[in-house]
């Protein structure tokens, strides 16, 4: 199955994403994020092909709030979870940083998930208890760095409380921090080791359903802020802090939980 999720959302990019970049309109939704037509039609071609491969319901970013809750109910033995442009601001702008992320999910867990960057043509793809891989090659792609103080670390600020966010700003225990805007990539960059520990302060299911289990397969640990167990946070707005090495992982943890 693997392969032909893989072999969909290629075509798909190619198809309905790659001509549109750098020429489409966008408009504002509700909640002040960007769509386009891109957006749009990659969901209808995603939700029409991958059906094609197993028949379940499907839960799309583009979908209305009504829609999302009452496929989620439906989709317990097997669901389709998809955002089909992680990224739009930086896609509207012609910033190279968004990706294709779709996962099949059974009793409320990721079992598959693939993330694709059609303008770096990387392909990051887990199937549950079979490693992780970006492009055939396994992750991660580079060993860990050995204390927080050298690591990267990949934080969005914008979910988090003034309190860490001020921390982040100006305590912050690592070498650097990045945020590129595209939730689903950095996930991957995390599994890879482009970047060493991760925090995101409120994340949709089409966010971390893929990126999750790409990260888990390559080795990963991931908890929320107030529990150790990721999937315990609330459904539709899940916190996480993660890290690739598992002991780079706790220092991150607690210093994190220690400013929260």
Known sequence: MIEEVISVVRTVAQQEIMPRYLRVAHQHKSDGSLFTEADLATQEAL???????????????????TEQREQWLAGDSGLWCMDPIDGTSNFVSGLPYFAISVALMRHGRSILGVVYDPVA???????KGKGAYLNGKKLPLKEHVPALCNAIAEVDLKRLSYKL?????????????????????DWCYTAAGRFDIYL?????????AAGYLILEEAGGRICGLDQDDFWAEPLWQRAAIAGLDPDLFLQWRDWVRSHR
């Not at 043509?121 to 199937?127: G, K, L, P, T």
């Not at 966010?165 to 689903?184: E, F, K, M």
């Open 47 to 65: 939700t029409r092909e991958l059906r094609k491969i197993y028949l379940a319901p499907v839960v799309g970013e583009e979908m209305s709030e």
């Open 121 to 127: 043509d990387e392909m990051f793809y887990a199937e």
């Open 165 to 185: 966010a001020a921390a982040v700003a100006t305590d912050l225990p690592c070498s650097s921090q990045r945020n590129y805007g595209a939730s689903a990539l």
């Open 200 to 208: 995101h302060g409120g994340q949709r299911l089409w966010d971390y």
